[in-house]
Every structure is written in structure tokens, then in C-alpha cells.
């Protein structure tokens, strides 16, 4: 702390992300990022950006980016937001979209970003809390609120909630913004972009960092209802015109185009997911039903702390929260068989 710090800061609790360790040999199955790296086709992209070009400003309104988007998943491209990450999107969306006087609602087992983002920008928020299955019952958002936000499939669960569910909340909240936070969508779910021109209050934000493996690049957006995402336009052009660089328009756009890779990629880490989630509950393991790209889970006699440590001195980072409710899960990302082999070995026999 210093004396130069404003009384804001001073009280700000900012997010914590998981560890980026720099060292090369670990494997590391904390932070969700994809085992299989990006497209070819997005990386050839890029490169063809890397050129004298990059004395110039970038597209502000990543109109080849936006339009890949829309054409994608059949909207206009005026239903797209795009932002430096989702995080980013989400930022905007909590500053714009979600700050009134009724308290806004999330689960309370969540994305720990969203609390941080009512720190910011002085948002008040009620959490709801998950049911004894660790499952979000579409009937505790029938009151009051200032708006609604979820991840689907929810993190750090990965449990996956129904669309029927998710349009049961939007019909009992027609005047709430609700946000689905889809950055897990593709490995097992179904996305309710598919409800946008249906339900004005709805938007929709993904992420090319887990499916399309450009955590690196820092690509995100929303799909919404035109004046939704109108609202976040004024929000990135009051606060920064260029979110996306030359190389990300280049290479998120050229992800879109791939669609065969996408499959591929994602199809195989769905499949390694089976058969980790498999091999825990052969060693006793209690995991929640998984629609994403990492699983949840718990042991009945084992301390989860104690199982990260172990895992760690073997060389393998699992993310491990402390909230009390969760305290005894290991949330582990689904890696390349080899790398999902060195966990299975590292837990050893239990
Ligand atoms: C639920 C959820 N939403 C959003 C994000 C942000 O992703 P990014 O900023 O990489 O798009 C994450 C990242 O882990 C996440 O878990």
C-alpha cells in the first residue's frame, strides 16, 4: 500500500488466476487451457499478419472478426461484441448492463471473476447457492434482482444446465438482463445464442480459450439483442478503441473458418474426459457430471489439499479452491492422454 492510492483501491479484492508456472516440465492441468494447440489455419493467419503492417491501428470495430462470428452462429453482426478475452466482455458487461439497484444475481459456487467485478464496479449481489447436487435450480432466480449471471456449464462444477432450464430463467425475468457465460459450452453443451432473437434480455459470451486453444491470444465475445450489445460498444469505445490487435482478428477469425479442426479438437478432449472421470471413480473418486473441458471431484478419505500437494511434488498442478463448500474438490483440467496418465500415476494407489 502506498500513499499515492486512491481510498478505491485501497479496498479493491482483486481476482486471483491460477498459477502460469514457468517452469517447462510440469503438467499442467490448472487453468483450463486446451492440451491441442490451435488451428493451423488460425496460426498461419497470424503469421501473414506479422508484416509492416503493424505500424497501423488496428480495425476498432473488427468488422472481418465480427462478421466471422455472425455468420457462424447465423446472427447479424451487430448482435456481436468483441473484447480481449471474455473476461474483458464480461467487465464491460458488469459496468454497462448489470449495475442497478436490486442486487445482482450468481451462484455461489461461480466464477470467482464476477464478485470481483461487483468490487470494481460497485454492484450489489446476492449468491445464490448451488442445491445439495451442486446443480443450479432454474426456481431460485424467480426474484428480485438487478440481473442474472451463470456459467454454462458452470465452473468450477462443470455441471451443465439444461437450455429448457436457461429459457425457464429468462422467461421468469423478462425485465433482468441474464448473461450465460458459455466459455465451456463446446465441450458438451448447447448454446442458447440460439434463443438471442427471441429473448431481447439475453446475452450470450464465449471465449475462443478453451475450444479454439487461444488462451494466448485473448479473443472473446457476446451475442445479444442490438441494443444490448450497443450499450457494450459505448463502454470499450469510452474505454479502449482497440481491444484486438492485427494478429487476433486475423487468427480468431481464420478459428471460425476451421470448423474441422474445432470438431476434431474438441471431440478428443471430451473423449480424454471420459476416460479420466472413469479412472478417478475407479480410485474412489466422487466426480460431478462434466459437460466441460475439466472435471470436479472429491475423495471420501482423502484431504484435497493434501492431494494437490502430492500431485505438485509428482510434478502435476491441479487448481484447488478454499471456499468452505468446495474446500474437499480438485478441479482438473482434461490434458492429452499422457498428461491425464501422469495424474492417474501421480495420485498413486489411494
Ligand atoms: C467461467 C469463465 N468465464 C470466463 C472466463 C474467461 O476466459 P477468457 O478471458 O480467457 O476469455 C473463464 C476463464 O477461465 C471462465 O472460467
Given at each position: 500500500?502506498?500513499?499515492?492510492?486512491?481510498?478505491?483501491?485501497?479496498?479493491?479484492?482483486?481476482?486471483?488466476?491460477?498459477?502460469?508456472?514457468?517452469?517447462?516440465?510440469?503438467?499442467?492441468?490448472?487453468?483450463?487451457?486446451?492440451?491441442?494447440?490451435?488451428?493451423?489455419?488460425a496460426l498461419a493467419a497470424m503469421q501473414a499478419e506479422l508484416n509492416d503492417n503493424l505500424r497501423l491501428y488496428p480495425d476498432?470495430?473488427?468488422?472481418?472478426?465480427?462478421?466471422?462470428v455472425a455468420k457462424y452462429f447465423g446472427v447479424q453482426s451487430n448482435q456481436v461484441f468483441l473484447g480481449n478475452g471474455s473476461d474483458e466482455v464480461l467487465a464491460h458487461i458488469f459496468h454497462g448492463l448489470l449495475q442497478h439497484d436490486q442486487p445482482l444475481l450468481f451462484p455461489d459456487i461461480?466464477?470467482?471473476?464476477?464478485?470481483?467485478?461487483?468490487?470494481?464496479?460497485?454492484?450489489?449481489?446476492?449468491?445464490?447457492?448451488?442445491?445439495?447436487?451442486?446443480?443450479?435450480?432454474?426456481?431460485?432466480?424467480?426474484?428480485?434482482?438487478?440481473?442474472?449471471?451463470?456459467?454454462?456449464?458452470?465452473?468450477?462444477?462443470?455441471?451443465?444446465?439444461?437450455?429448457?432450464?436457461?429459457?425457464?430463467i429468462l422467461k421468469?425475468?423478462?425485465?433482468?438482463?441474464?448473461?450465460?457465460?458459455?466459455a465451456y459450452i463446446d465441450f458438451g453443451g448447447e448454446t442458447a445464442i440460439a434463443l438471442v432473437d427471441r429473448y431481447p434480455n439475453l446475452l450470450v459470451t464465449q471465449t475462443l480459450s478453451k475450444s479454439r486453444s487461444l488462451a494466448g491470444l485473448r479473443v472473446g465475445f457476446a451475442v445479444g439483442h442490438p441494443d444490448l450489445i450497443e450499450a457494450l460498444e459505448r463502454i470499450k469505445n469510452s474505454f479502449n478503441s482497440y481491444p484486438l490487435d492485427r494478429m487476433a482478428n486475423a487468427g480468431a477469425a481464420a478459428a471460425f473458418e476451421d470448423r474441422e479442426y474445432f470438431d476434431k479438437t474438441?471431440?478428443?478432449?471430451?473423449?480424454?474426459?471420459?476416460?479420466?472421470?472413469?479412472?478417478?471413480?475407479?480410485?474412489?473418486?466422487?466426480?460431478?457430471?462434466?459437460?466441460?473441458?475439466?472435471?470436479?471431484?472429491?475423495?471420501?478419505?482423502?484431504?484435497?489439499?493434501?492431494?494437490?500437494?502430492?500431485?505438485r511434488e509428482q510434478g502435476v498442478i491441479v487448481r484447488h479452491f478454499k471456499q468452505e463448500r468446495i474446500a474437499q474438490f480438485l478441479r482438473i483440467s482434461i490434458g492429452t492422454p499422457e498428461q491425464n496418465q501422469a495424474l492417474i500415476d501421480g495420485l498413486g494407489d489411494l
Open positions: 500500500m502506498s500513499k499515492f492510492w486512491s481510498p478505491f483501491v485501497k479496498n479493491l479484492v482483486p481476482y486471483v488466476p491460477g498459477e502460469q508456472p514457468k517452469l517447462a516440465k510440469l503438467v499442467k492441468l490448472n487453468t483450463n487451457e486446451n492440451p491441442y494447440g490451435p488451428s493451423p489455419k476498432p470495430n473488427s468488422d472481418l472478426l465480427k462478421n466471422a461461480s466464477y470467482s471473476f464476477y464478485p470481483v467485478y461487483c468490487g470494481l464496479y460497485g454492484i450489489k449481489f446476492d449468491a445464490v447457492p448451488l442445491d445439495e447436487q451442486f446443480q443450479i435450480n432454474p426456481a431460485d432466480y424467480a426474484k428480485p434482482n438487478g440481473g442474472i449471471i451463470f456459467p454454462n456449464p458452470n465452473a468450477p462444477t462443470g455441471c451443465l444446465l439444461a437450455l429448457e432450464a436457461v429459457e425457464q421468469a425475468n423478462p425485465n433482468s438482463v441474464v448473461v450465460v457465460d458459455e474438441c471431440r478428443l478432449v471430451i473423449d480424454n474426459r471420459e476416460k479420466v472421470v472413469a479412472q478417478l471413480q475407479e480410485k474412489g473418486f466422487e466426480v460431478l457430471p462434466s459437460a466441460a473441458n475439466f472435471i470436479f471431484a472429491r475423495h471420501p478419505r482423502h484431504d484435497a489439499a493434501g492431494l494437490a500437494a502430492k500431485l
